[in-house]
C-alpha cells in the first residue's frame, strides 16, 4: 500500500490529453514539493516534472505538473505512442522522513 | 557529462549481506544528497534511503530497511554505498542510485533527475 495514491492504469487515444492525479496528506504533498517520473519498460525513470510544475531541461512543454493543498496533476498533452510507460508521483513525507512514491500509473496510448 | 553506475548485485541467500555500490561521474557527489531506490520485479518504485551533502551525518531510511541497511559515501571516490545485512526475499529486486537535481539540498528535495541504469539484487536460497 502506497503512502501516494494514484489510478492503476489510464489509457487514451494519439494526440488527446491526459491528467494523472497523485493524492496524498498533509505530511508530504501537502508539506513538501512534488516530482513526476516516467519509466519506460526495461529503463529507469525519468525526471519529467519536479518542485510541483517545473520540467527539467530537455522535457516538452507537452508535459504539465500542478499541486493543490494535498494533491497533485501530471498533465500531457498531444499523446504520442512514445508517452506509453508507467508514470510515478514521488515527494518527502515530513512525519515519516523517508520519501515516498505513488504506486504508478500505467499509461496506454491506443 | 553525469553519470551513475551501481554495480555488485549478486544472488545471495536469505539472511546474508551484500554492498551496492555506485559510481559517479561528471558532478562532485559531496555537494549532492543522493539516494537509493529499489523496485522489486514488476511493482513500483520504492525509496531506500538517502544520505545528505557533505560530511554524510545526516542519513534516513525506509522503515522496511531501517536497522538493516547502511547509506555511506566515500567522497574521495565520488561513490556511494549501500550495506545490506539480514537480507529476506523482500529485499528482491533492482537497485538504483540517484541525484536530486540541485546541490546543497534540503532532505525534503526529491527531485531526482539522474539515475543509475540499475543493479538487480536477488536474495533466494
Known amino acids: 500500500q502506497s503512502v501516494l495514491t494514484q489510478p492503476p492504469s489510464m489509457s487514451a487515444a494519439p494526440g488527446q490529453k491526459v491528467t494523472i492525479s497523485c493524492s496524498g496528506s498533509?505530511?508530504?504533498?501537502?508539506?513538501?514539493?512534488i516530482s513526476w517520473f516516467q519509466q519506460l519498460p526495461g529503463t529507469a525513470p525519468k525526471l519529467l516534472i519536479y518542485?510541483?510544475?517545473k520540467r527539467p531541461s530537455g522535457i516538452p512543454d507537452r508535459f504539465s505538473g500542478s499541486k493543490s493543498g494535498t494533491s497533485a496533476t501530471l498533465g500531457i498533452t498531444g499523446l504520442q505512442t512514445g508517452d506509453e510507460a508507467d508514470y510515478y508521483c514521488?515527494?518527502?513525507?515530513?512525519?515519516?522522513?523517508?520519501?515516498?512514491f505513488g504506486g504508478g500509473t500505467k499509461l496506454t496510448v491506443l | 557529462e553525469v553519470q551513475l553506475v551501481e554495480s555488485g548485485g549478486v544472488v545471495v541467500q536469505p539472511g546474508g549481506s551484500l554492498r551496492l555500490s555506485c559510481a559517479v561521474s561528471?558532478?562532485?557527489?559531496?555537494?549532492?544528497?543522493m539516494h537509493w531506490v529499489r523496485q522489486h520485479p514488476g511493482k513500483g518504485l520504492e525509496w531506500v534511503s538517502l544520505?545528505?551533502?557533505?560530511?554524510?551525518?545526516?542519513?534516513y531510511y525506509a522503515d522496511s530497511v531501517k536497522g538493516r541497511f547502511t547509506i555511506s559515501r566515500d567522497n574521495s571516490e565520488n561513490s556511494l554505498y549501500l550495506q545490506m545485512n539480514s537480507l529476506t526475499t523482500e529485499d528482491t529486486g533492482f537497485y538504483y542510485c540517484?541525484?536530486?537535481?540541485?546541490?546543497?539540498?534540503?532532505?525534503?528535495?526529491?527531485?531526482?533527475?539522474?539515475w543509475g541504469p540499475g543493479n538487480l539484487v536477488t536474495v533466494s536460497s
Open positions: 540517484a541525484r536530486v537535481i540541485r546541490p546543497y539540498a534540503s532532505s525534503s528535495d526529491g527531485s531526482f533527475d539522474y
Open positions: 561528471g558532478f562532485t557527489s559531496y555537494n549532492y544528497n
Open positions: 544520505i545528505a551533502w557533505g560530511s554524510s551525518t545526516y542519513t
Open positions: 498533509n505530511s508530504n504533498i501537502g508539506k513538501n514539493y
Open positions: 518542485d510541483n510544475d
Open positions: 514521488g515527494t518527502w513525507d515530513s512525519s515519516l522522513n523517508a520519501g515516498v
